[in-house]
Nanobody, 121 residues
């Protein structure tokens, strides 16, 4: 089993910044993709940023130029630096990791429990 625990959410004014962190722990042989999703009230959960083990990065258009995803592979941790936050960024942010627990394991999706980000004046 693998556990993901997000931290760093909170209340911030428009234009402010937050940094989310998400370490993965448990039985880990390798981590393929790590990423961040968010879900606003009444909307579906959406992928906003991901980083592959090979270095490929993806951002949804609405966060390009404002958010930066990074990984510390030695610590099995993914980060999301969020700058110039807007009220429409308000959502619960979830960490995701595609983890191989053994060398022959193709990978299993794991999720954190989420951290609330509220952007309001």
């Amino acid at each position: 089993q693998v556990q993901l625990v997000e931290s760093g959410g909170g209340l911030v004014q428009p234009g402010g910044s937050l940094r989310l962190s998400c370490p993965a722990s448990g039985t880990i042989y390798s981590i393929n993709n790590m990423g961040w999703y968010r879900q606003a009230p009444g909307l579906q959960r959406e992928l906003i940023a991901s980083a592959s083990s090979g270095g490929s990065i993806y951002y949804i258009d609405s966060v390009k130029g404002r958010f930066t995803i990074s990984r510390d592979n030695a610590k099995n941790t993914v980060f999301l630096q969020m700058n110039n936050l807007k009220p429409e960024d308000t959502a619960v942010y979830y960490c995701h990791a595609d983890v191989s627990e053994r060398y022959y394991d193709p990978g299993t999706n794991y999720w954190g429990r989420g951290t609330q980000v509220t952007v309001s004046s």
